[in-house]
């Protein structure tokens, strides 16, 4: 599979990309980020993961809260069943009511009726504001809490929530020594990573900094900070995304899916 990993076609209209099975989903976002478009899909295994195997295995990754499932992205798949029938269905054309949606069934099938050699995928537009936030609360009525105001404060500009709690957190200290703690005064039971993405840069740092200041106000949080810079931003996503690395390090499996 690792040698079909070739990017057929991009529409930059539609934002319609064709591409085989085997290409890495990193390589896929680079060749997005590169249009100014982004996948819909991210994951902390990007760098070795297939795309045709996320869409195998219905992948969730980090920014399901708002692109949603695959179901939703993969506008249509190529297979090649049992028998070595090859169905092709690479679909570029979002709305299409024609017929049975025949793509549905292979996602997240698991390769049990047949293998996907290549897939078309909507991607959205590449962001112009990116904003990362990270906030530490007492237990978890708190990161319910925090949870629900950042979909109410925050809405459609929404791209990203994630938690993990002390525990995880230790091991991604003691295992990534490239890694510092985010609250260093203020440690907590548990942490949650709060991700914006739109289009107006001061618009969307005032929406997170009046959600800081309210959920501090209401004693939800018990403290927090956001990324000032990029390099910040993706020190506070190593945190996120190091807890599989750093627990395979330590021997054990800790699992949030």
């Known amino acids: 599979m690792s040698a079909m990993n070739k990017i057929r076609s991009f529409d930059e209209i539609t934002g319609a990309v064709v591409c085989d099975a085997g290409v890495i989903l990193q390589t896929l976002q680079e060749y997005l980020s590169e249009r100014n ?21 219905n992948a969730g990754g980090i920014r399901f809260v708002r692109y949603g499932s695959l179901h939703g992205s993969v506008l249509g798949l190529e297979t090649v069943l049992a028998d ?9 054309l979002r709305k299409d009511n024609t017929g049975y949606d025949i793509k549905q069934i292979f996602i997240g099938s698991e390769g049990t009726l047949g293998v996907i050699t290549g ?12 904003n990362v936030m990270l906030v530490g609360c007492k237990d978890f009525e708190g990161l319910s809490k ?3 105001l950042a979909r ?10 994630e938690f993990f709690d002390e525990t995880a957190l230790g091991i991604v200290l003691q295992q990534l020594p490239s890694t510092k703690h985010p609250l260093p005064s203020s440690p907590t039971k ?5 991700e914006t993405s739109g289009s107006n840069s001061e618009h969307d740092t005032q929406k997170m900094s009046s959600f800081l200041e309210s959920a501090l106000n209401d004693q939800i949080i018990v403290d927090g900070v956001m990324a000032q810079d ?19 390090k330590k021997g054990a499996v800790y699992k949030y899916d």
């Open 84 to 92: 070595g029938t090859i169905l092709n269905d690479l679909k570029t």
């Open 230 to 248: 990029e390099s910040q931003m993706k020190s506070l996503w190593t945190l996120r995304e190091g807890i599989a690395e750093s627990m395979k």
């Open 37 to 57: 478009f982004v996948c819909p899909l991210d994951l902390g295994a990007k760098g070795s993961c297939h795309i045709g195997g996320n869409i195998a295995t």
């Open 119 to 130: 897939v078309s995928i909507l991607t959205p537009a590449k962001p112009k504001s990116v």
């Open 152 to 161: 109410q404060s925050l809405a459609e500009i929404v791209s990203a929530l």
């Open 190 to 194: 548990f942490y949650a990573l709060l």
């Open 146 to 148: 925090t949870m629900a």
